[in-house]
């Protein structure tokens, strides 16, 4: 069964490990270089365990962790969503068995508002869930670019 369970400030470490693992996986959508430690620049990461707005879960699957996802209220489209997906994962091992459908699923069943999830085009994985999984809130569509679209909607 799918569940979360929120990052704490003593997963701090392990969190920003299997983060880089995303962030390097991301590169083939986005241009992002390492820096000299072979680390991967993400401005916000500290923010998740200080400012109460932005959130960061690790999903399990019963007893094993297969992913993690991180909320946060910022718009991309100069909206005030309640709720952003800033980033969501579930690891490559664990893909094509639905736990990607389950948890988005689940975290809209926990978190009503006004939301708002972007992903890149050449990221079908990603638009093909985002699409699937809000297609009954009618989503309204913004392209910020050639590579990115936003969905807006209330749940």
Do not use: C
């Not at 069964?1 to 704490?8: D, N, P, S």
């Not at 701090?12 to 880089?20: A, V």
């Not at 992913?67 to 094509?96: C, K, Q, W």
Request: no cysteine; hydrophobic share 35%; charged share 25%.
């Amino acid at each position: 069964m799918i569940g979360l369970q929120a990052v704490r400030a003593e997963d701090k470490e392990l969190f920003w490990n299997i983060n880089q693992k995303y962030l390097y996986e991301m590169t083939s959508y986005y241009p992002d270089e390492m820096d000299k430690q072979g680390n991967y620049h993400y401005g916000h990461f500290d923010g998740y365990f200080v400012e109460p707005e932005r959130k960061a879960f690790f999903i399990f699957n019963d007893e094993k962790m297969i992913g993690f996802v991180m909320l946060n209220p910022y718009s991309a489209i100069g909206h005030n969503p309640d709720y952003t997906i800033a980033e969501f994962t579930i690891f490559p091992s664990y893909r094509r068995k639905h736990y990607a459908f389950d948890t988005a699923k689940l975290i809209l069943s926990e978190y009503h508002g006004q939301w708002e999830i972007k992903y890149n085009e050449k990221n079908t994985g990603a638009k093909n869930l985002w699409t699937a999984v809000t297609a009954s809130y009618n989503p309204d569509v913004y392209q910020l670019n050639e590579q990115e679209t936003v969905l807006s909607f209330i749940n």
